[in-house]
């Protein structure tokens, strides 16, 4: 293996981590209750969380895959749009995971700033899908897989829990 094709990798891995980690934030930024509502779930059943996204998921994705596999454009472009709907709902959902990684990292910069929490869990959590097959074929897809259950979960409880507490009452450790 030359150096281009080891820092090729390194670029390839840094940047789906750059990228993930973006989706975390954006998800906290642009549905803070979603999100707040899928860290409770996780706190809650996170086996539920899996199950849950097993069962949406896993039909959208081959519904997807058959949609994909005609020859016609319209249906690819609808199916691939079927195969990403699970993934970008996974990102969502796993924000709320992020959420509290980072609250058990707190620390007292995040005074003002709870997106901080989100990011440091996000850093955390994105590191353990770095190694080699474990992460990569097992943590990854259980974060995202209950990443969708969670998000689904948090939109059907959406109406019947409460709003999520403030920052100022949370307490801290």
Do not use: H
Request: aromatic content about 10%.
């Amino acid at each position: 293996m030359i150096m281009a094709d080891l820092l090729m990798w390194t670029f390839i891995i840094l940047g789906f981590y750059a990228v993930m980690l973006a989706y975390w934030l954006v998800a906290f930024a642009l549905a803070p209750k979603l999100v707040a509502g899928s860290r409770r779930r996780f706190e809650v059943s996170p086996i539920r969380n899996l199950l849950i996204g097993l069962l949406v998921g896993v039909p959208v994705v081959g519904l997807g895959m058959l949609l994909f596999s005609i020859p016609n454009t319209f249906p690819k472009i609808l199916g691939f749009g079927f195969i990403l709907l699970p993934l970008l709902m996974g990102l969502f959902g796993s924000a709320g995971l992020c959420q509290k990684i980072g609250e058990g990292l707190n620390s007292p910069s995040d005074e003002g700033a709870p997106w901080k929490g989100v990011r440091r869990g996000g850093i955390v959590l994105g590191l353990t899908f770095i190694f080699p097959l474990l992460g990569w074929f097992i943590v990854l897809p259980l974060v995202l897989i209950s990443g969708v259950g969670a998000l689904v979960l948090s939109w059907r409880d959406g109406r019947k829990m409460p709003a999520p507490p403030s920052l100022d009452e949370i307490p801290s450790l």
